[in-house]
């Protein structure tokens, strides 16, 4: 086996997905995109397929040409590190903004500094202070 890639699935948001979280991270590029041209299956100019990184992870997604009664779910989080407060601190309140908080920034037994949130996407993010 190569590697193991998260492939996230968008409904029309990913472009929108890739810049914002690209904008978040340090050390992080859209590293390629295809999109849908004249008379094929999604929207013409949307996201067929792309790939990007975050602090080297990559990721791919793409835009749905297919309507789904599923979307992204807490049951599956990107788990952050962060170095310092500052860090943990705008992460949330970026990643928050027209999302949900699911934990509450704060401290708990197992952190010092931590949140659970879902995006304006639906992506769920854990964000850890680590000590």
């Known amino acids: 086996m190569q590697k193991v890639t998260p492939f996230l ?4 948001q990913a472009e929108e997905a890739m ?3 690209t904008s978040l991270f340090d050390q992080s590029e859209i590293l390629s995109i295809a999109r849908y041209g004249p008379n094929e299956a999604g929207r013409e100019g949307s996201v067929f397929q792309a790939t990007f990184s975050l ?11 297919v309507k789904h009664n ?3 779910t807490p049951s599956i989080s990107l788990f ?5 407060e500052e860090e ?16 509450p920034l704060e401290a708990y037994p197992f952190s ?3 949140a659970w949130v879902a995006d304006k996407f ?3 993010w854990q964000l850890n202070l680590v000590s």
């Open 88 to 103: 943990v601190d705008r992460l949330f309140k970026e990643l928050s903004q027209g999302g949900a908080v699911l934990m």
């Open 70 to 72: 599923f979307t992204f």
């Open 9 to 12: 699935m968008f409904e029309g």
């Open 112 to 114: 010092p500094r931590f």
């Open 19 to 21: 810049n914002f979280y």
């Open 55 to 65: 602090k080297g992870q990559q990721f791919m997604c793409i835009d749905s040409s």
């Open 80 to 84: 952050i590190n962060c170095e310092t």
């Open 122 to 124: 639906g992506v769920s």
